[in-house]
């Protein structure tokens, strides 16, 4: 696969489509989209499948084709919940009568007008299971220098969905050390686990000491940190 073109409709009345994003796409980072209408609204709308709660996304791979079997992230959506939806559960629309399993949802992939059958997933039950983090506790950078580790979200109990991470370093002091991580939005399936690289840097005139990143991790309600300790050595 190279690249993809879809539709994705919502019920108006529960939510509303706000934005797409391709961060972590299996696509790779050299893609060029040639469709992003929300509903009316921006490139490659038209007539036919467009209007209220549609979303088409359509992207291809320069120079690259993921092979098959592949497993990971095509692309998200961004929805608002309205106010008048309390109490509603959002999930796929049910009674199609092929496309997906298990049968039922409304899910239907079609690749050069042959039904390819998907596998759905989607949380029967609000914030199933959860996720833990784990990853390098320890740094070391000389002044002038850089250094690597990683962060690892992983899926527990059969969580699935967007994580975002953050960085607070500790304590702060003039030319202290600087953290940057490769993303800082992660989505896992259920029971994978995906990495985030960690990059600490020391300038020539850092103080040394130990210094303190804390981690945190945020998902909806669920929220969880770790400490990585950047130690800058005396010269």
Do not use: W
């Not at 967007?162 to 992660?186: A, H, M």
């Not at 130990?210 to 929220?223: E, L, P």
């Amino acid at each position: 696969m190279n690249g993809f073109d879809i539709f994705v409709k919502s019920d108006t009345a529960t939510v509303q489509p706000i934005g797409v994003n391709l961060t972590g796409t299996v696509l790779g980072t050299n893609t060029l989209v040639f469709a992003d209408c929300i509903e009316f609204i921006g490139s490659g709308c038209g007539t036919l499948l467009n209007g209220p709660g549609i979303v088409r996304f359509a992207v291809v791979a320069l120079g690259t084709v993921v092979a098959a079997p592949a497993t990971g992230r095509l692309f998200s959506i961004r929805y608002n919940v309205l106010q008048n939806s309390t109490g509603i559960n959002v999930g796929y629309q049910t009674g199609c009568g092929q496309g997906s399993v298990p049968q039922g949802l409304c899910i239907l992939v079609v690749n050069a007008g042959a039904t390819v059958p998907e596998i759905a997933q989607e949380s029967a039950t609000p914030g199933v299971g959860d996720f833990s983090l784990s990853g390098d506790q320890s740094i070391t950078i000389p002044r002038g220098t850089g250094g690597a580790g990683f962060v690892n979200v992983v899926s527990q109990g059969g969580f699935f969905g967007g994580v975002r991470l953050s960085t607070v370093i500790s304590p702060v002091r003039k030319n202290g050390p600087i953290v940057v991580l490769s993303t800082y939005l992660i989505f896992i399936l259920p029971g994978t686990s995906s990495t985030s690289r960690l990059f600490a840097t020391a300038f020539l005139h850092t103080p040394p000491g130990n210094y303190n990143v804390n981690i945190t991790a945020t998902s909806g309600s669920k929220s969880h940190s770790m400490i990585v300790i950047i130690t800058v050595p005396h010269p």
